[in-house]
């Protein structure tokens, strides 16, 4: 079983729609939760933490945790084609210090008009 | 600021040949990683550091060496490069004592041949 896994994708929604993307990650330690996003060709780029169940919201972001189930959500509301990217989950394990992450392969969105 | 900086952008080496890959980050950050990413991948730790002086091992060491001898730079070493380099490099960067969100630089795109 792979450490933090995500769908590869594509997932492909309408402009204006929900996109739902999803990630799992079998270290129940485990205590930060990251979404990055990578449009093609570029950096990974920070858009939402989390690392308290429930949801958190940021403008049209919204990520949601759920570390009984062992699994952490990215909703895009309003998805836009500027939206088009590959999102990254990424997970703070539960030990050490030394801020590793650990990636998902990512899930490629794309939003056609 | 200018964030994370790395140098070269892209590079192509032959198979044998050896390079030095640059990281600068003017943030004081304690803490930092390289990454490389293959294509439809996720990110794999090589190497990381969590202050001067002071490197361990991540996922996927073989065939590169770091050192860190200021807070600021944290160059990736490849001696006698092989096809199974060939990637897209990233090195990163983290507060310690923060949530640990990571700030990436632009990447380096090596090649192999």
């Known amino acids: 079983q792979k450490e933090v896994e995500q769908n590869s994708g594509p997932l492909s929604v309408p402009e204006g729609a929900i996109a739902s993307l999803n990630c799992t990650y079998s270290d129940r330690g485990s205590q930060s939760f990251f979404w990055y996003r990578q449009y093609s060709g570029k950096s990974p780029e920070l858009i939402m933490f989390?690392?308290?169940?429930g949801d958190k919201e940021d403008g049209r972001f919204t990520a949601q945790l759920n570390k009984a189930s062992q699994y952490v959500s990215l909703l895009i509301r309003d998805s836009q084609p500027s939206d088009s990217a590959t999102y990254l989950c990424?997970?703070?394990?539960?030990?050490?210090?030394?801020?590793?992450?650990?990636f998902g392969q990512g899930t490629t969105l794309q939003v056609k008009p | 600021n200018a964030g994370v900086t790395q140098t070269p952008k892209f590079r192509i080496l032959k198979i044998g040949q050896s390079m030095t890959l640059q990281c600068t980050q003017d943030m004081n950050h304690n803490y930092m990683y390289w990454y490389r990413q293959d294509p439809g991948m996720g990110l794999k730790l090589i190497y990381y550091s969590v202050g001067a002086g002071i490197t361990d091992k991540g996922e996927v060491p073989n065939g590169y060496n770091v050192s860190r001898s200021t807070t600021e730079d944290f160059p990736l070493r490849l001696e006698l490069a092989a096809p199974s380099q060939t990637s897209v490099y990233f090195c990163?960067?983290?507060?310690?004592?923060?949530?640990?969100?990571?700030?990436f630089g632009p990447g380096t795109r090596l090649t192999v041949t």
């Open positions: 989390i690392y308290s169940n």
């Open positions: 990424a997970v703070k394990g539960g030990s050490g210090n030394t801020g590793k992450l650990i």
């Open positions: 990163a960067s983290t507060e310690r004592g923060s949530i640990y969100e990571q700030y």
